[in-house]
């Protein structure tokens, strides 16, 4: 527990004295945790000042474009997302994810340029515990698409002739408007990915974003219609729409991502302090049963000192006890209603 204390203040010895009941009356120094009631007057730790954001928030995302999934992948993910209540993009990427893999073993998509991709697709959802990301993913394979997915994995494997495991997937092209589509949407992508332009940041994945485009274009068609040799501009459109989304959300998590790793120790540690429970903690707390990423003295050091320097901890003075101890590197936890030990 905190040493507490009372220490009456002295007046200098050179000063003539005064009668007792003329003497100025001088406030008691109550020491709780190290820190006195004078010093939180004054306000030296910043103990009225509210933690500071250690990075910039990331900011919400934007609203997923369902209705660029075409009409029977839409209804399929708007179906699952109001029966599981999950989000939207969770309840999309898992319908596309499926669709993609059903798609991927019968065609290829052919480039403008003329080159052959295959149609997979990767996707990654960040979801929050507790937004049924497993429960969605079932849902789309086993129930709402069952029928559809069944029928077409069903489907014999196009294999190469003389193979037996070697898949020769039918070539689906972009019909003459969704090349010109195409094209249009390599041109805006060159000039976005310029330095200082929108999508400099992820330029990598930006370069990539025609080719998506296609490849979702393709699973679309292949979903509507499994016999379809040609991409109408229709579906290009609307997998842009898809590309262009994905992009923003990648721009968006990169953008806010904290790049300084002292900073990214300092939020592990942060969130440890406030899960602790505890106002108080002392050095070797932190490198001992802290976050897993912090297992010495200096990482420690530099995690409680982003900490200090944004008003999430007060150093308190060498010397308080924690737990009965006297510790030199002690910190109080600056948020109300904690339990000091």
């Known amino acids: 527990m905190p040493q507490q204390a009372t220490v009456q203040a002295q007046?200098?010895?050179?000063?003539?004295?005064?009668?007792?009941?003329?003497?100025?009356?001088?406030?008691?120094?109550?020491?709780?945790?190290?820190?006195?009631?004078?010093?939180?007057?004054?306000?030296?730790?910043?103990?009225?000042?509210?933690?500071?954001?250690?990075?910039?928030?990331?900011?919400?995302?934007?609203p997923y474009p369902l209705d660029a999934l075409g009409p029977i992948i839409e209804q399929a993910a708007s179906a699952i997302e109001e029966l599981v209540q999950a989000p939207a993009a969770i309840c999309a990427q898992s319908v596309l994810a499926a669709c993609a893999y059903t798609a991927q073993q019968q065609i290829d998509v052919v480039m403008p340029t003329g080159s052959q991709k295959p149609v997979s697709v990767f996707f990654l959802s960040v979801g929050a515990t507790g937004e049924r990301k497993s429960a969605v993913d079932d849902h789309a394979i086993l129930r709402e698409y069952s029928s559809l997915l069944e029928a077409l994995l069903a489907e014999p494997m196009p294999l190469e002739k003389g193979e037996r495991n070697v898949l020769d997937p039918r070539p689906v092209r972009l019909d003459q408007d969704a090349a010109k589509a195409f094209k249009a949407f390599y041109t805006d992508i060159e000039s976005e990915v310029a330095q200082g332009q929108r999508f400099a940041a992820i330029s990598g994945l930006a370069n990539k974003a025609p080719e998506h485009a296609a490849r979702l274009a393709a699973v679309q068609t292949f979903i509507t219609d499994p016999t379809a040799y040609a991409i109408g501009v229709d579906a290009f459109d609307r997998a842009v729409s898809l590309v262009r989304y994905y992009l923003d959300e990648a721009l968006r998590l990169t953008a806010f991502a904290p790049l300084d790793h002292d900073v990214a120790l300092a939020e592990m540690t942060r969130d440890w302090l406030i899960n602790r429970g505890k106002a108080l903690v002392h050095l070797a707390d932190v490198y001992q049963f802290g976050p897993n990423a912090i297992r010495t003295k200096a990482t420690a050091i530099k995690a409680m000192t982003v900490l200090e320097a944004h008003d999430w901890v007060i150093r308190l003075p060498g010397g308080t006890k924690v737990d009965g101890v006297a510790r030199r590197d002690v910190w109080r936890l600056n948020l109300p209603n904690l339990p000091p030990c």
């Open 11 to 62: 007046q200098p010895t050179d000063q003539p004295q005064q009668p007792a009941d003329q003497q100025p009356q001088q406030p008691a120094l109550q020491i709780v945790g190290g820190t006195t009631t004078q010093q939180q007057a004054a306000d030296p730790f910043n103990l009225q000042r509210p933690p500071q954001p250690l990075s910039r928030p990331v900011a919400p995302a934007q």
